[in-house]
């Protein structure tokens, strides 16, 4: 009777167990979707962020290339400007020698002019008293050649003065040719000027977009990045419960299984003693031998865990490299604390470096390698606490990429928050 009822009372435990397992999996596997979706978006975000930065800096190196361009026509600007007046400096002193050349040229012309009509209107008497007055023939010849000779002179003279009008006036033609050129260019080099400076600030508004772009994807992909700690808090703790009703129901179960075959022993020797007793009335002579059988042994006490190592890495190695980063930033998705990284990536980065690969997620890393009680940790061994994984100094001390606000720290106290597992995976 007793037997039937402890068998009853066991299967309603196990109903109202499966129910409340039930409800315990429809939680953690919504808190799992949940992650699933938003680790998909926290993707796809960091996808997007990839993309505006590179093309930010597509845009930079653009910019960087106007600004080359402009400085080059600015410089080549100024040089214009300069030639410019220099060459309007020459062309005005142009314009005066041409006046001068002008000058000189009607001044000779005049004088020319009177020397000749002078000559013409003494008429022959003039050329005939000048060679009566002559001395000899040679002071005659003399007269005669003086008279040729002014003439050759005033014609030479006027020929030259001509000549440099004329050349005078082509210079001013050629330097008006120049200027021209000059503006024309400056005018070029100016709408140039211009054109680089438009198209450096269309290209600095396209980054200032690319910057409001950014931020609001870098502030989704940390929205993102929340939900994900959160359904990992929330599938953390579900797997905690779980794994305390797994215990609590496997000892429940235990003592259940001890308990049925307690009764069953004592059934069996109240069986036996039954037949004994019959048959020893009946004038029988054989008798059954009354005996206990089964395992009575107990579970061996599991809460002072302390599994050996599978590596030849010792701990202090761990420690002592680790330790090599304290100082440098924490950064949130870093793989790399040479140049910044999060809890997760500082301690599977520290690892890999002794070749033990580990998760490069906390919640992942909280099931890498054999589970050590706190009181047996030893350097070198996981810390995990919710959210978050540091590497254990001894003493009770960690080496740890804190947080944006600390960076990687070292020596603090274990135990500044809970404790979730400890892990050894040397």
């Known amino acids: 009777m007793k037997l039937k009822k402890l068998t009853a009372a066991l299967l309603v435990f196990a109903l109202g167990l499966s129910q409340f ?10 808190a799992e979707n949940a992650k699933q979706k938003a680790e998909e978006n926290l993707r796809s975000k960091q996808n997007e962020i ?17 600004d080359a361009e ?34 000189d040229e009607k001044r000779q012309y005049e004088a020319m002019k ?8 003494k008429g022959d008497s003039a050329m005939l008293t000048s060679i009566l007055e002559s001395k000899s023939i040679a002071d005659l010849l003399n007269r005669v050649g003086y008279v040729n ?12 003065y001509e000549e440099t009008k004329d050349q005078v006036a082509q210079l001013q033609k050629q330097q008006k040719q120049e200027v021209a050129a000059l503006e024309q260019k400056r005018q070029e080099h100016q709408a140039a000027e211009a054109s680089y400076r438009t198209m450096i600030a269309q290209k600095q508004d396209e980054v200032s977009d690319f910057d409001n772009l950014l931020a609001k994807a870098q502030s989704l992909a940390a929205q993102y990045q929340d939900t994900i700690d959160e359904q990992n808090l929330i599938i953390a703790q579900e797997n905690e419960r779980e794994e305390r009703e797994r215990r609590e129901r496997e000892e429940q179960e235990r003592r ?12 069996q020797i109240r069986q036996q003693q039954q037949a004994s007793s019959a048959g020893s009335s009946s004038g029988g002579g054989n008798s059954v031998a009354s ?9 061996a006490d599991n809460g002072g865990k302390d599994p050996g190592y599978s590596t030849g890495v010792s701990g202090s190695s761990i420690v002592q490299y680790a330790l090599n980063f304290v100082g440098n930033p924490y950064v949130w998705g870093g793989k790399d604390p040479n140049t910044g990284a999060d809890c997760s990536g500082f301690t599977s980065y520290v690892y890999a470096h002794f070749g033990i690969s ?7 890393q909280r099931s890498v390698g054999k589970e050590v009680s706190y009181a047996n940790a030893k350097a070198g061994d996981l810390i995990c606490y919710n959210g978050h994984v540091a590497i254990y100094m001894g003493n009770g001390q960690i080496v740890h990429a804190k947080g944006t606000a600390y960076g990687i720290v070292a020596y603090d106290n274990a135990t500044y928050r809970p404790i979730v597992t400890v892990r050894r995976v040397l």
């Open 149 to 160: 000779d002014v003439y050759e002179y005033d014609r030479n003279l006027l020929t030259e």
């Open 114 to 121: 009177l020397r000749i009509r002078f000559m013409y209107e």
């Open 50 to 66: 990839e993309s505006i930065e590179r093309e930010q800096g597509q845009l930079q190196e653009e910019i960087n290339a106007l």
């Open 21 to 30: 397992s039930v409800a315990l999996a429809n939680r953690k596997s919504d």
């Open 291 to 299: 005996g206990g059988g089964g395992d009575s042994s107990q579970p």
């Open 358 to 364: 580990i998760p490069s997620y906390s919640y992942s």
């Open 70 to 103: 402009l400085v080059n026509v600015i410089i080549e600007l100024t040089t214009l400007e300069e030639e410019l007046s220099i060459k309007q400096d020459e062309l005005e002193q142009t314009k005066e020698d041409l006046k001068q050349a002008k000058k």
């Open 256 to 267: 259940a299984r001890e308990e049925q075959e307690r009764l069953e022993r004592q059934e």
